[in-house]
């Protein structure tokens, strides 16, 4: 097998497993191929999606970042404090959680470079810290009452004459084109990849190792804290208890993709593939209406470990070659 095509092989599995599912689901389920759902996969996990692609690129490093989850329900928290009960101009409530996620991920990313402390460590303690955090905030969900904030959780851009694209699904795409041309169009995305797949080679050659990692963070941060943000769209209120888990399902969603977990190789196209997976697992879960959502679980555990056998797999014939 050429290369070129082993490296890819990962990401056609993960596509080719998202349309024989979604084909199964389509021939099972009356109006699962219809527009409004194919709408809903993108709308209904757009903070999934956006971790997600935050995740990717931490990955891409061979790093890991357990923080998100608990950012993102940070972030939810402290916006609908902010605005019900201060009375602070949503756009000026967002900007500052963008600003307080960035800023936690480059603290991070100081710990896990210049210290050169285990990411798996100092994003758990980030993870508990932020968690804590949330619930300093309030230990219940706040409603946002804000004319502005219904005005954009109602928006839909229009896609056909009775569907439209929510603005979570919009926030999401959007998300999703950046990271693409970041992590496969610029420079910045392939020292990325070097760092993964050798950190000291890719010194050797000179490339801004410290400075790429704690960017990575800090950019992963600022998109868990808009996961957040996007959620508080989505429910119109805040709640500590958003995010819990959400980390690993965005590592599961990562890795079913074809991203190595340890670093080096993966496409942000896998990763928008692992997404629709899940989601169309879910979905056809939904509208079963007879089976238990632990099933969605399962399914999703027997992927995760199909694709590391197979990550295990190439490695090997990679090495062999």
Request: charged residues 10%; positive net charge.
């Amino acid at each position: 097998m050429k290369p070129a095509l082993q490296r890819r092989l990962p990401l056609f599995v993960t596509a080719g497993i998202f349309l024989l599912l979604f084909a199964i689901a389509g021939v099972s389920y009356k109006h699962f191929c219809s527009t409004r759902n194919v709408v809903n996969l993108f709308t209904d996990n757009a903070s999934l999606g956006i971790i997600a692609v935050g995740m990717t690129l931490v990955i891409f490093t061979g790093g890991i970042d357990l923080s998100v989850g608990a950012v993102a329900g940070f972030t939810t928290i402290f916006t609908a404090s902010l605005i019900t009960n201060h009375g602070v101009a949503p756009p000026v409530a967002a900007l500052a959680a963008l600003a307080l996620g960035a800023g936690y991920g480059a603290l991070m990313g100081v710990f896990i470079q210049v210290f050169r402390q285990p990411p798996f460590l100092v994003t758990l303690a980030g993870m508990f810290f932020a968690r804590g955090c949330a619930y300093c905030v309030g230990t219940q969900s706040t409603d946002i009452p804000d004319p502005l904030y219904q005005v954009l959780s109602e928006y839909e851009l229009p896609l056909t004459a009775k569907v439209g694209i929510p603005l979570p699904g919009l926030i999401f795409m959007a998300v999703f084109i950046f990271g693409y041309l970041l992590a496969h169009h610029t420079r910045y995305g392939r020292n990325l990849l070097a760092i993964g797949g050798n950190e000291q080679s890719a010194l050797l050659m000179g490339l801004p190792v410290g400075a790429a990692k704690i960017g990575v963070y800090t950019l992963c941060s600022a998109l868990a804290a808009l996961a957040g943000l996007v959620n508080t769209l989505y429910t119109t209120s805040g709640n500590p208890n958003f995010g819990i888990g959400l980390e690993l399902d965005a590592i599961a969603v990562v890795v079913i993709g074809g991203t190595l977990l340890t670093g080096g190789r993966g496409h942000l196209f896998g990763t928008l593939f692992g997404l629709l997976i899940l989601g169309t697992i879910r979905n056809a879960l939904y509208f079963d209406g007879t089976l238990s959502p632990f099933w969605g679980s399962i399914v999703v555990g027997l992927l995760l470990l199909g694709f590391i056998l197979l990550q295990r797999l190439l490695l090997r014939r990679t090495r062999a070659a």
